[in-house]
């Protein structure tokens, strides 16, 4: 059952891979990048820490802190330190990280369903989902 189960986990994988080719257009990358990664799980949680979003992301510990710290430089993200704990941070969205957020959405989102039309998988994408969703629950 494991295995048949890793299986499943890889093929849902791959196939929403490939659909998702030429998602990142401006460095031909077909893989989103971490940026707009940790911009999605921060604009999800409203208010995250960067263990938070080091096990959401996946990325090393040093990576995301270069990385937070130039999304910061850029005014995308804000840092706040924590009520009671001065040592303690997190970092949330500022509005100029929420535009550039949904521009980004809008862009990879047009470019994700003009994959899928013409790669005619609307069909595929929804019974992948299923399948994950299974996986899931």
């Given at each position: ?19 998702c080719e030429g998602f ?114």
């Amino acid at each position: 059952m494991k295995k048949e189960l890793m299986k499943s986990i890889i093929s849902v994988c791959s196939t929403l891979e490939n659909l998702c080719e030429g998602f990142d257009v401006k460095s031909k990358s077909a893989l989103i990048s971490s940026k707009l990664k940790v911009l999605v799980f921060v604009d999800e949680a409203k208010r995250i820490s960067p263990s938070g979003l080091i096990d959401k992301v996946g990325i090393a510990k040093s990576n995301l802190t270069l990385l937070c710290q130039n999304l910061c430089n850029d005014e995308l993200l804000e840092r706040q330190k924590d009520d009671f704990d001065n040592r303690v941070i997190f970092y949330s969205l500022t509005s100029k990280g929420k535009d550039y957020l949904n521009a980004n959405l809008e862009t990879l989102s047009n470019n994700f369903y003009g994959q899928l039309a013409y790669k005619n998988k609307f069909k595929e994408i929804k019974s992948l989902l299923d399948q994950l969703k299974a996986i899931i629950n």
